[in-house]
């Protein structure tokens, strides 16, 4: 059953696959190369689990590694376990809300569990989440990111660094296509400020009185 393996692996990312803009001529979905020693697939109900390491690759360089994966293609649901990487050369994961990043270069994510459900348009991280795009990087315990609502919430030790700028939190919420963002429960906040100077004054210079 060839092609019941093929296509539960290509779903393992559906949301690396661009979206077919509304309006257009569909366009084809992007070859991956998938790389596992054991597949089990069940062509009745869809479900299917990877259960030793998966490696997918694609042709424009993007790549996914997990220690294993399960799900259902039919219901667009999987789920990567253990020491997940996710690197997408093009830096937006075929995402409508990474429409805000398109340009600022390839992205990483990495955690210890990344569960997909393309159907809701729902993706969370559990476990060490790490984000990489450029200058910035996001760390957390737990990511969630609605697509439809463009809303992405980080949980538990929250530190985000862009550039020259660092933001500790518990918690914080972004809107990936507004920029607008919230943080709370013990915020920590680090920005450059003007560098302060003191002026240095210029010598007291005293005359002798003139002795007629």
């Given at each position: 059953?060839?092609r019941?393996i093929?296509?539960p692996a290509?779903?393992l990312?559906?949301?690396?696959a661009?979206?077919?803009?509304p309006?257009?001529?569909?366009k084809?979905?992007?070859t991956?190369d998938?790389k596992?020693?054991?597949?089990?697939a069940n062509a009745a109900?869809?479900?299917?689990s990877?259960?030793?390491?998966?490696t997918?690759l694609?042709?424009?360089g993007?790549?996914?590694?997990?220690d294993r994966a399960d799900?259902?293609?039919k219901?667009?649901?999987?789920?990567?376990?253990?020491?997940?990487?996710v690197?997408?050369?093009?830096?937006?994961f075929g995402?409508r809300?990474?429409?805000?990043?398109?340009?600022?270069g390839?992205?990483?994510?990495?955690?210890?569990?990344?569960a997909?459900?393309?159907?809701?348009?729902?993706y969370?991280?559990?476990?060490?989440?790490?984000?990489?795009?450029?200058?910035t990087?996001a760390d957390?315990?737990?990511?969630?990111?609605?697509?439809?609502?463009h809303?992405l919430?980080l949980?538990?030790k929250?530190?985000?660094?862009?550039?020259?700028r660092?933001?500790?939190s518990?918690?914080a919420t972004y809107n990936t296509?507004?920029?607008q963002g919230?943080s709370?429960?013990?915020?920590?906040?680090?920005?450059?400020?003007?560098?302060?100077?003191?002026?240095t004054p210029?010598?007291?210079?005293?005359h002798k009185p003139k002795?007629?």
């Amino acid at each position: 059953m060839k092609r019941a393996i093929v296509i539960p692996a290509l779903l393992l990312l559906a949301a690396a696959a661009p979206r077919t803009p509304p309006r257009t001529q569909p366009k084809a979905a992007p070859t991956w190369d998938i790389k596992t020693s054991q597949m089990n697939a069940n062509a009745a109900t869809g479900r299917f689990s990877a259960p030793n390491h998966v490696t997918m690759l694609r042709a424009d360089g993007s790549t996914v590694d997990a220690d294993r994966a399960d799900g259902n293609y039919k219901a667009h649901q999987a789920t990567l376990y253990g020491h997940v990487t996710v690197h997408d050369a093009g830096g937006t994961f075929g995402l409508r809300s990474a429409s805000a990043v398109q340009g600022r270069g390839p992205a990483t994510l990495t955690a210890d569990k990344v569960a997909l459900d393309d159907a809701a348009h729902t993706y969370d991280a559990s476990g060490d989440v790490h984000y990489e795009q450029g200058d910035t990087s996001a760390d957390a315990q737990n990511a969630h990111l609605n697509d439809l609502t463009h809303v992405l919430e980080l949980n538990g030790k929250v530190h985000v660094v862009q550039g020259d700028r660092t933001m500790d939190s518990e918690h914080a919420t972004y809107n990936t296509q507004t920029g607008q963002g919230e943080s709370d429960k013990d915020v920590t906040i680090t920005m450059p400020g003007p560098s302060p100077s003191i002026a240095t004054p210029k010598p007291l210079t005293i005359h002798k009185p003139k002795i007629p």
